[in-house]
């Protein structure tokens, strides 16, 4: 028995033209020995690691598919171990036969994310790039893909450590001066410490100031789009979401229910909400009040409300309800008028002097039927300018992209500050340095080096099997 070997099919499930079934631990090239059958009749040991051997899987005697076989000796492999790759047929049948044959040799089923895993943990990766790894493989958008490449995962990794060595050399200094007083240890006075932390903290609030950028393209902006009904909100909708994802029709109170979709927008990703048009008066049945609730709830947890304003009609009660509705809600508001081709032939017009000041950050007019390109356009400038920063770079700046990475950030942050004040108070270096100690733990559970277990459970239970 192997228990420590697992095996996994690593590509999607289904049909396909070639299939990877992965193997990692110690026993795992014995058991694809069992299992594999070179060709040429040579051992696969006898082949130079990472070479791809042509060979027949064998299953209770039987050869059941011939494919490629790559051995990857620990440590150079994915995840630090022994670790064996076939690629076989892509037959849904074919695949499961294989695999089984593994597991009839000893390996046992991989759980969700465990290469992986055994790579964090057998040091091969950080915590911070398994999370990279993990937005790879869900990513929507190129930005994202850039954001979880390897120069970027490697870039985030070297600032992360260049704060963690300055704050360790501040560290190692104040302690030289408490354990040998007496020794002359060059000008290091308690103001030189102050500055050294003062370093640091811009280093560290740069680094903090990048989330902003990383989540707008990583976690998304969650976006609602709103207006009367027949504004044009699904118009726009399947615009950003490039496809009839909302039935668009000039029937009032088509969209009832809240749609809801990811869709990329330039840099940016937008968590997109369609809503039930919100209407005042007379007349609504009981779905579409519910619809109307949820959305009024939608804006009021949004942090970009994308709000609809209809050129070719009156400005009505229906558009003043929305407005005071807006007005109490926290997120960055754009007023978007609609139907701009109609506008000249609206009599009376529409009157935008009745929207008050201040409540909308941005207004512009735009037709998302007729000229949807450049309303794309405008958009895409308008939220990529408003949620992120043009200078920073994916692939080039380190970035900062999961709530986890930033809360720790920010309690490193935290922790300095205290430090700092510690020392400009006068108090005892020991309270000083125990809050750079504090500090140094909360960057080292960014990266995995100190982290519990509960939240490397909760980051690889988000994989799927294989990886
Ligand atoms: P919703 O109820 O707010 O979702 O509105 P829809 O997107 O269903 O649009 C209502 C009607 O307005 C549809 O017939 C659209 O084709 C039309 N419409 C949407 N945008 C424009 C526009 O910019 N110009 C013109 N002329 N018609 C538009």
């Given at each position: 028995?192997h228990?420590n070997?697992i095996?996994?099919?690593?590509?999607?499930?289904g049909?396909g033209?070639?299939a990877v079934i992965?193997m990692s631990g110690?026993?795992?090239?014995?058991?694809?020995?069992?299992?594999?059958?070179?060709?040429?009749?040579?051992d696969?040991?006898?082949y130079?690691?990472r070479?791809?051997?042509y060979?027949?899987?064998i299953?209770?005697?039987?050869?059941?598919d011939d494919g490629?076989?790559?051995?990857?000796?620990?440590p150079?492999?994915?995840?630090?171990?022994?670790?064996?790759e076939i690629?076989?047929?892509g037959?849904i049948?074919?695949?499961r036969?294989?695999l089984?044959a593994l597991?009839a040799?000893?390996a046992?089923?991989a759980e969700?994310?465990e290469f992986t895993r055994r790579?964090?943990?057998?040091g091969?990766?950080?915590?911070?790039?398994a999370?990279?790894?993990g937005t790879?493989l869900?990513a929507?958008?190129?930005?994202?893909?850039?954001?979880s490449s390897?120069?970027?995962?490697?870039?985030l990794?070297e600032?992360i450590d260049?704060?963690r060595r300055?704050l360790?050399d501040?560290?190692?200094?104040?302690?030289a001066?408490?354990?040998?007083?007496?020794?002359?240890?060059g000008d290091f006075t308690?103001?030189e410490?102050?500055?050294?932390?003062e370093?640091?903290?811009?280093?560290?609030?740069r680094?903090i100031g990048?989330?902003?950028t990383?989540?707008?393209?990583?976690e998304?902006?969650s976006?609602?789009?709103?207006?009367?009904p027949n504004v044009?909100?699904?118009?726009l909708?399947n615009?950003?979401?490039?496809?009839?994802a909302a039935i668009v029709?000039?029937?009032a109170?088509?969209?009832?229910d809240?749609?809801?979709?990811t869709?990329?927008l330039?840099r940016?990703?937008l968590?997109?909400?369609?809503t039930?048009?919100?209407r005042?008066?007379?007349g609504?049945?009981?779905?579409?009040a519910i619809g109307?609730?949820?959305?009024?709830?939608?804006?009021?947890?949004?942090?970009?409300?994308i709000?609809?304003?209809?050129?070719?009609?009156?400005f009505?009660?229906?558009d003043?309800?929305?407005?005071?509705?807006?007005?109490k809600a926290q997120?960055y508001k754009?007023?978007?008028?609609?139907?701009?081709d109609?506008?000249?032939?609206?009599?009376p017009?529409?009157d935008?002097s009745?929207?008050?000041?201040?409540?909308f950050g941005?207004?512009i007019s735009?037709?998302a039927?007729?000229?949807?390109?450049k309303?794309?356009?405008t958009l895409?400038?308008?939220?990529?300018?408003?949620?992120?920063?043009?200078?920073?770079?994916?692939g080039?700046d380190?970035?900062?992209s999961?709530?986890?990475?930033h809360?720790?950030?920010?309690?490193?942050l935290?922790?300095?500050?205290t430090?700092?004040?510690a020392?400009?108070s006068g108090l005892?270096?020991?309270?000083?340095?125990?809050?750079?100690?504090m500090?140094?733990?909360?960057?080292?559970e960014?990266?995995?080096r100190?982290?519990s277990?509960?939240?490397v459970n909760?980051i690889?239970?988000?994989?799927?099997?294989?990886?």
């Open positions: 028995m228990g070997v095996a996994a099919i690593s590509t999607p499930p049909k033209g070639v992965r110690s026993g795992a090239i014995e058991i694809a020995r069992s299992v594999f059958l070179p060709l040429s009749g040579k696969i040991t006898d130079k690691p070479t791809q051997i060979g027949y899987v299953y209770n005697e039987e050869k059941i490629m076989l790559t051995v990857f000796p620990s150079h492999s994915y995840t630090g171990e022994d670790t064996v690629s076989c047929h037959g049948l074919v695949t036969t294989v089984e597991f040799k000893g046992v089923p969700a994310g790579a964090f943990i057998n091969k990766l950080s915590l911070s790039e999370e990279a790894i790879l869900e929507t958008s190129h930005e994202q893909i850039k954001l390897s120069p970027a995962r490697a870039k990794c600032a260049a704060i300055d360790t501040v560290m190692s200094s104040i302690w001066r408490i354990d040998y007083p007496d020794e002359d240890l308690d103001a410490t102050v500055q050294r932390l370093a640091v903290k811009y280093n560290l609030s680094l990048t989330y902003r990383g989540r707008a393209i990583n998304g902006i976006t609602v789009i709103v207006g009367k044009g909100k699904s118009t909708y615009l950003l979401v490039g496809e009839d029709t000039d029937i109170g088509t969209t009832r809240v749609l809801e979709r869709v990329p330039g940016v990703t968590r997109l909400t369609d039930a048009g919100v005042s008066g007379e609504l049945d009981k779905v579409e109307i609730e949820r959305s009024k709830s939608r804006i009021a947890s949004a942090e970009l409300i709000a609809l304003f209809d050129l070719s009609r009156e009505d009660e229906s003043k309800e929305l407005i005071d509705e807006i007005t997120g754009i007023c978007l008028l609609n139907k701009c109609l506008a000249d032939k609206n009599d017009p529409f935008a009745l929207i008050p000041e201040g409540v941005e207004t735009i037709s039927d007729k000229d949807n390109l309303t794309i356009e895409t400038q308008m939220v990529n300018g408003l949620f992120t920063d043009e200078k920073i770079s994916c080039q380190a970035i900062v999961s709530a986890r990475q809360s720790s950030l920010l309690r490193a935290g922790f300095i500050d430090a700092i004040d020392y400009r005892m270096t020991d309270a000083a340095s125990s809050d750079i100690e500090a140094i733990g909360a960057i080292s960014l990266d995995g100190a982290v277990d509960s939240i909760d690889f239970s988000k994989f799927c099997v294989g990886k």
